[in-house]
């Protein structure tokens, strides 16, 4: 029988446990793990990208029924009730995003041995702790908050790759051989799983890589803090390009379609998505102390940024026939994957390492900018779920990998990045008119040829290269200042 103190309450009939004793603040050194879960994460997050772009869009119906019921980019008419029906629709839509990002706890209970202490105590629930010596009990609500869980980038870039061909090799000679039947029915299976993969994993992937170069404690609610940051500023920057942008360049006069597309890419995209980037880097604030930590909050929320815009095009891919959904779905999420994806990592990362040294400077003197006072090392670790094996950083293989990223990633040729916010806010939309202006240019120029889609090819290389040796260097400048604040030459 469970030796427990009992203590009668009027009838002596009647009993009832002891009461349990209070909730404690957790003791300083207390280590927790979790089973790693890589791919839950993944999973949770692309599910949770696709319920915010479907807010998003509802959201967008209350301001067009509100102000241009009948999407003309001129004021009026209004419709109450289109503008209703937004509303009710992101209702649920919200609190399904809200219980999705509630924080988790766990109730820790510890037993410490101690002559002064007591063979059975009083649970939670009704339940009772039984010890075969003597114990004081303590328990605690702990918020969970195990490390940043990402697979590897081989991994994903493997399922990308492999993602892209299987469409190509099963779609096209599907459809070379008119087997429209078949191929329909191939391209019903293949639809979903292509699009979800073509607009996450190359995000995944970029995340991947910058978490092991950057090697920063980061606790998994921090990160997808930066990553769902980013998917938020996607919403005034869809309103912007949609219908404010258009509204204003009507009012003005310009009533040309053509006209109001190129200066929506040209001008409101790039001036609108980087401040509205930037905002979501500074809301993030608190936790960018350094130059290093800065990049990191930035590049990430660009790659959040980027996640819910490369959903619409790839979904925008797919969009056709099966043997054309084939090639337009293999051309855009590769060009996306290794061109738009970084490029929005990299441009709103200029932003945020020049937020973090600007911090840094200000906390801790001009002449030591990287590593201000850093967020605490975190109380979860992981472990392997099929062995038990405790997994840290600080493993040989973890090194190699690290030095082998390190040096793709980083670089210091050319010019420094930037430690002033607002040289590389312009400098990132000057970036990104570069790139939207270019790409307009080109559709515009190039015939529909074989050698004008290679001369495509070629320009899109060149803007690729562009924007993949910047980042370089951005990386290389955090790393750079990261060894100087370590001792490191």
């Given at each position: 029988?469970?030796?427990?103190?009992?203590?009668?309450?009027?009838?002596?009939?009647?009993?009832?446990?002891?009461?349990?004793?209070?909730?404690?603040?957790?003791?300083?050194?207390?280590?927790?793990?979790?089973?790693?879960?890589?791919?839950?994460?993944?999973?949770?997050?692309?599910?949770?990208?696709?319920?915010?772009?479907?807010?998003?869009?509802?959201?967008?119906?209350?301001?067009?029924?509100?102000?241009?019921?009948?999407?003309?980019?001129?004021?009026?008419?209004?419709?109450?009730?289109?503008?209703?029906?937004?509303?009710?629709?992101?209702?649920?839509?919200?609190?399904?995003?809200?219980?999705?990002?509630?924080?988790?706890l766990t109730h820790v209970v510890l037993a410490d041995?101690?002559?002064?202490?007591?063979?059975?105590?009083?649970?939670?629930?009704?339940?009772?702790?039984?010890?075969?010596?003597?114990?004081?009990?303590?328990?605690?609500?702990?918020?969970?908050?195990?490390?940043?869980?990402?697979?590897?980038?081989?991994?994903?870039?493997?399922?990308?790759?492999?993602?892209?061909?299987?469409?190509?090799?099963?779609?096209?000679?599907?459809?070379?051989?008119?087997?429209?039947?078949?191929?329909?029915?191939?391209?019903?299976?293949?639809?979903?799983?292509?699009?979800?993969?073509?607009?996450?994993?190359?995000?995944?992937?970029?995340?991947?890589?910058?978490?092991?170069?950057?090697?920063?404690?980061?606790?998994?609610?921090?990160?997808?803090?930066?990553?769902?940051?980013?998917?938020?500023?996607?919403?005034?920057?869809?309103?912007?390009?949609?219908?404010?942008?258009?509204?204003?360049?009507?009012?003005?006069?310009?009533?040309?379609?053509?006209?109001?597309?190129?200066?929506?890419?040209?001008?409101?995209?790039?001036?609108?998505?980087?401040?509205?980037?930037?905002?979501?880097?500074?809301l993030l604030g608190r936790l960018v102390d350094s130059?290093?930590?800065?990049l990191q909050a930035g590049f990430t929320v660009g790659?959040?940024?980027?996640?819910?815009?490369?959903?619409?095009?790839?979904?925008?891919?797919?969009?056709?026939?099966?043997?054309?959904?084939?090639?337009?779905?293999?051309?855009?999420?590769?060009?996306?994957?290794?061109?738009?994806?970084?490029?929005?990592?990299?441009?709103?990362?200029?932003?945020?390492?020049?937020?973090?040294?600007?911090?840094?400077?200000?906390?801790?003197?001009?002449?030591?900018?990287?590593?201000?006072?850093?967020?605490?090392?975190?109380?979860?670790?992981?472990?392997?779920?099929?062995?038990?094996?405790?997994?840290?950083?600080?493993?040989?293989?973890?090194?190699?990998?690290?030095?082998?990223?390190?040096?793709?990633?980083?670089?210091?040729?050319?010019?420094?990045?930037?430690?002033?916010?607002?040289?590389?806010?312009?400098?990132?939309?000057?970036?990104?008119?570069?790139?939207?202006?270019?790409?307009?240019?080109?559709?515009?120029?190039?015939?529909?040829?074989?050698?004008?889609?290679?001369?495509?090819?070629?320009?899109?290389?060149?803007?690729?290269?562009?924007?993949?040796?910047?980042?370089?260097?951005?990386?290389?400048?955090?790393?750079?200042?990261?060894?100087?604040?370590?001792?490191?030459?």
């Amino acid at each position: 029988m469970e030796r427990q103190r009992l203590e009668a309450q009027g009838n002596p009939r009647h009993v009832r446990p002891a009461p349990t004793d209070p909730l404690q603040p957790a003791p300083a050194g207390l280590m927790l793990a979790s089973p790693s879960s890589p791919w839950a994460t993944v999973r949770r997050l692309v599910w949770l990208v696709v319920v915010l772009s479907l807010l998003a869009n509802t959201l967008l119906m209350v301001p067009i029924g509100l102000v241009d019921a009948d999407v003309d980019f001129s004021p009026g008419p209004s419709d109450p009730w289109f503008a209703l029906a937004g509303g009710l629709c992101s209702l649920p839509l919200l609190l399904l995003v809200l219980t999705l990002r509630r924080p988790k706890l766990t109730h820790v209970v510890l037993a410490d041995p101690s002559s002064r202490g007591k063979f059975a105590h009083q649970l939670p629930g009704g339940r009772v702790l039984s010890t075969s010596t003597p114990t004081v009990l303590s328990h605690h609500l702990i918020r969970r908050s195990p490390p940043l869980d990402l697979p590897r980038p081989a991994p994903l870039v493997a399922l990308f790759v492999g993602s892209v061909l299987v469409v190509l090799m099963v779609l096209v000679p599907l459809g070379l051989l008119n087997a429209g039947l078949l191929q329909a029915l191939a391209f019903a299976l293949l639809f979903l799983p292509a699009w979800m993969i073509g607009f996450s994993i190359p995000v995944f992937a970029w995340w991947a890589v910058s978490s092991e170069v950057l090697h920063l404690p980061t606790d998994r609610r921090q990160g997808e803090s930066m990553l769902i940051a980013g998917m938020l500023s996607g919403f005034p920057a869809i309103a912007v390009n949609s219908l404010l942008f258009p509204m204003v360049l009507v009012a003005l006069g310009v009533t040309s379609p053509v006209i109001i597309e190129g200066l929506t890419l040209v001008v409101s995209a790039p001036v609108g998505e980087e401040l509205c980037k930037l905002a979501a880097v500074l809301l993030l604030g608190r936790l960018v102390d350094s130059g290093r930590r800065g990049l990191q909050a930035g590049f990430t929320v660009g790659l959040g940024f980027a996640m819910i815009e490369n959903l619409q095009y790839i979904l925008a891919s797919l969009l056709a026939d099966p043997t054309t959904a084939a090639f337009g779905f293999g051309f855009t999420s590769v060009l996306r994957g290794v061109g738009s994806i970084p490029g929005h990592a990299v441009w709103t990362g200029l932003g945020g390492y020049a937020l973090g040294c600007t911090r840094a400077s200000s906390l801790r003197g001009p002449n030591d900018l990287d590593e201000g006072p850093s967020s605490p090392s975190a109380e979860w670790g992981l472990f392997e779920a099929h062995t038990g094996r405790a997994l840290t950083p600080s493993t040989s293989v973890w090194s190699v990998r690290r030095e082998r990223w390190t040096g793709v990633v980083t670089s210091t040729r050319g010019p420094a990045p930037p430690t002033n916010v607002v040289s590389a806010l312009l400098m990132a939309i000057a970036f990104h008119a570069a790139w939207n202006g270019t790409s307009l240019v080109m559709s515009m120029l190039v015939a529909e040829s074989v050698a004008g889609f290679a001369f495509m090819l070629v320009v899109d290389a060149i803007l690729i290269l562009a924007v993949l040796h910047t980042g370089r260097r951005l990386f290389g400048a955090a790393m750079m200042q990261a060894g100087r604040a370590s001792g490191v030459s």
